[in-house]
């Protein structure tokens, strides 16, 4: 990413926006909820330059409503940012045969109109 000529071009508004948080707690606060949170999500909440947050998604950046996508920040919500993380849970059915109820935790990372990016937890999902 250092290395891309544009990446200069795309810090001004993270730099502008960027809030500290205590990482620890924020990953304690997912483990609460759900003990088996995924490592490279950990990983990259716990280790991650904050300045180098891509396209206005990271915990530490607003909750903001973008319209005008630019070389800052990508189109939509950064739900990442919502006060303390908040897992919820989709429910399918797996087999029709059992009628089993399957609930897959999962975090809202970002939404736009028309689309939402979840991290799903369970690693078998």
Do not use: C
Not at 3 to 30: C, G, M, S, V
Not at 48 to 56: R, T, V, Y
Not at 83 to 112: M, Q
């Amino acid at each position: 990413m250092l290395a891309h000529p544009d990446f200069p071009k795309t810090r001004p508004w993270t730099l502008q926006n960027l809030k500290p948080f205590d990482r620890e707690a924020y990953i304690r606060n997912l483990q609460s909820q759900y003990p088996n949170i995924p490592h490279e999500y950990r990983l990259w909440i716990l280790e991650w330059p904050a300045k180098m947050a891509i396209f206005g998604m990271w915990p530490g950046l607003p909750m903001v409503d973008i319209n005008r996508p630019s070389f800052h920040v990508e189109d939509g919500i950064n739900w990442m940012a919502y006060g303390s993380p908040l897992l919820l849970s989709f429910v399918y059915r797996e087999e029709l045969e059992k009628a089993r109820r399957k609930f897959i935790p999962a975090l809202l990372v970002w939404r736009t109109a028309s689309t939402a990016d979840w991290l799903l937890f369970d690693e078998e999902h």
